[in-house]
Structure formats: C-alpha cells, structure tokens
C-alpha cells in the first residue's frame, strides 16, 4: 500500500516537472520570435529607402494632370538631387459658354508654357514648395445675336442698337493677350515608380501685349459681366495641381 502511493506520487511529480519544461520551452521559443521580430523591423528600419532616396535616383519624369484653373498640362521633371527638381510644363485649357437659346456663345482659352524650382524640404517626406514662371497667352470670342426692342422699350437697348430697333443685330468680339507669368506653387508629390502629384499655385502675369475688345461687347442681360469675368480670370496662372506621372 506504501509502494504504491510513493509510485503515483513520483510519476505525479514528473508530470509537473514535465509540464513546467514545457512551459519554459515555449516561454524560450516565444522570446527568441519577439526578439528576431524586433531585430527584423530594426534592420528594415535602417534599410528602408526615403522619399528622398527614390528622388535622387529616379531622375526623370514624365506625366499629365490638371495645373492652374482646370487647364489640362503634361509635364517633365528633372530631379537634380534629393531635394532640389525643376518642374517643366506645358498647360492648355478653357471654357465655353452659350446662352439657352443658342444665340450667344463666349469661347475663352489660355495657354501657359514654363518651369517652376521645387524644394523638398525633408528626406522622409514628399511636401515641398516651389516658385516659377513662364509664358501665358489668352483668347476669347464672344459672338451675340441680340434682338434690339423698339418703343417704348428703346431705354433697355445698347449703343450699338441704334438705327436697328426691332431687330437683331449680330456683334462678334475678340480679345487677345500675352504676358509674362509668375507663380508660387506648394504640394506633395509621391515617389517609387509611378507618382501623383497634389498641390496649389497662385501668381499673377505681366503684360507684355493685350487687345481686350470686352468693352464694346453689347451690354445685354449678363453677357458683358461674365465675358469679362473670364477675361480677368484666364489672364492668371492660379489654380490646383492634380497630375500623376511615371519616373524613370
């Protein structure tokens, strides 16, 4: 009876020891993937290549997007360190407008041809700033079919109805502008291959020669109002920047 009780509390004691050498044996296994887990994330850490690092490796670019208004642009980039790149552009756009009738129709575009010096200010990151300038040209013609009211309606007529009550008379105009664009621009640019670009431009332009017609432009409705609008707006270089290109 003693034997026997002395057996099952030594093979109970084994079990316990052998569950205990499991336990620690985990335990062992378990710290060693951790620390390997950590020792990995460490290494890569060290290795991992900046936004920076692709900048100065990944010379070239090339691409298209939107930049200045809702002008269409393809690009080139030149990347001549880490931080420093030179952004060449070539924009083009506008818009058309026409009356409800069909009778009145205003058609302006601009186009835009320049480079801008981008830097990066961080290694670790795409933000940078930049500034710029280049040559914009601009255009619009407004064509309108206006009916010219007779008596005793005459007082709502332009100038340009006298002589013509009662009927319609047609005006075309055009004007013409080309000038000297500066620009600031700030934004983010992706890297590693293929690249999106985000960002703002804002500045203005000098002129060097300018045929604004949109004062003889027949003031009727808001046909004058709006012409003009456009004509000061498509003279301006400010807009978003949304392109996507390719390194190489």
């Not at 378990?30 to 991992?48: D, E, H, P, Q, R």
């Not at 490796?57 to 208004?69: A, D, S």
């Not at 690009?75 to 069909?102: E, P, R, V």
């Not at 040209?137 to 340009?160: E, G, I, R, W």
């Amino acid at each position: 009876m003693t034997l026997t009780r002395t057996v099952g509390i030594v093979r109970s004691s084994e079990k316990v020891q052998f569950a205990d050498q499991l336990i620690n044996f985990k335990r062992r296994k378990m710290k060693k993937a951790i620390l390997s887990l950590i020792l990995v994330f460490n290494v890569s850490l060290i290795y991992a290549e900046t936004p920076g690092s692709y900048r100065g490796k990944e010379t070239h670019g090339i691409g298209f997007g939107i930049e200045g208004g809702l002008a269409g642009s393809v690009f080139y980039d030149y990347a001549l360190n880490s931080s420093m790149q030179i952004h060449t552009l070539l924009s083009s756009g506008g818009s058309s407008l026409s009356s409800g009738s069909g009778t009145t129709t205003l058609d302006t575009a601009s186009t835009t041809i320049g480079a801008t010096l981008r830097y990066f200010p961080s290694e670790n990151f795409g933000w940078y700033v930049g500034g710029g300038g280049g040559m914009l040209s601009a255009s619009q013609t407004m064509k309108q079919s206006v009916y010219c009211y007779s008596s005793p309606f005459t007082s709502l007529n332009d100038a340009k109805c006298s002589g013509f009550e009662g009927s319609r008379i047609s005006v075309t105009t055009d004007s013409t502008y080309s000038g000297l664009a500066l620009w600031g621009d700030a934004g983010w640019q992706g890297y590693d291959g293929y690249y999106f670009t985000i960002g703002v431009k804002a500045g203005t332009s000098m002129k060097l020669s300018e045929d604004d017609k949109t004062n003889e432009i027949v003031a009727y409705s808001n046909h004058k109002s709006t012409a003009q609008s456009h004509w000061t707006n498509i003279k301006s270089p400010t807009g978003l920047i949304m392109s996507f290109g390719w390194h190489f």
